[in-house]
Structure formats: structure tokens, C-alpha cells
Nanobody, 121 residues
Framework: QVQLVESGGGLVQAGGSLRLSCAASGRTFGSVAMGWFRQAPGKEREFVAAINWSGGSTNYVSSVKGRFTISRDNAKNTVYLQMNSLKPEDTAVYYC??????????????WGQGTRVTVSS
């Protein structure tokens, strides 16, 4: 079983930055892909970014490319989402998710409780 705890959300002005963290329990963290998703009010949850087990491969939704960076520290069992040049449309609850396979692109089986990000204009 994997437990995920997100932190780092908050209120920020447009153009600002935030760094989200996701601390994972379990011995398999370093061998599985991790992802970030978000759900805006009244919308379905959407994929934001993913990273493979080693950190050597990443993927992003087009709307955040060049602004967000996903990274991981396997020694700390933590995955990060650095968010720069934030826009009001980035406002959402952000969720961390863990896969059961090393490479991203598959399904995610474990989810955190989410952390809220609000970007004011």
C-alpha cells in the first residue's frame, strides 16, 4: 500500500510561483512512475505532469509546458511540481498519484488527498 500526502498549495497572484510536494510512504516509490493531476471547480480531473521511476523521462499537458516542472527525489520519497508563471486558469485542487509500473503513461493506482492552489488575477 502507498500513501501520498501533498503540501505546498495556497493563494498566489498571477505570474507567481508555487512548489508542490508529495511525500510517499512505501518501499516501492523509487521504482514507479508518479503523476500530478488537477481538478478545477466544475471540471473533470485532468492530467498535468508525470515522471518515470528514475526522473529521466517526463511528460506534461500542453497548457503547462514551459511553466511547470515535475521532479523527484527518490532518497526522500518525494515528488515535486514547480509551478511558475501561474495563471488564474491554473486554479484547482492538485493531486499526486502513484503508478505500479516504472514508466509513465499507464494508470495510477494510489492518490493523495489533494492540495488547493488558487491563482488570483
Amino acid at each position: 500500500q502507498v500513501q501520498l500526502v501533498e503540501s505546498g498549495g495556497g493563494l498566489v497572484q498571477a505570474g507567481g510561483s508555487l512548489r508542490l510536494s508529495c511525500a510517499a510512504s512505501g518501499r516501492t516509490f523509487g521504482s514507479v512512475a508518479m503523476g500530478w493531476f488537477r481538478q478545477a471547480p466544475g471540471k473533470e480531473r485532468e492530467f498535468v505532469a508525470a515522471i518515470n521511476w528514475s526522473g529521466g523521462s517526463t511528460n506534461y499537458v500542453s497548457s503547462v509546458k514551459g511553466r511547470f516542472t515535475i521532479s523527484r527525489d527518490n532518497a526522500k520519497n518525494t515528488v515535486y511540481l514547480q509551478m511558475n508563471s501561474l495563471k488564474p486558469e491554473d486554479t484547482a485542487v492538485y493531486y499526486c498519484a502513484a503508478s505500479r509500473i516504472p514508466e509513465h503513461g499507464g494508470t495510477y493506482n494510489y492518490w493523495g488527498q489533494g492540495t488547493r492552489v488558487t491563482v488570483s488575477s
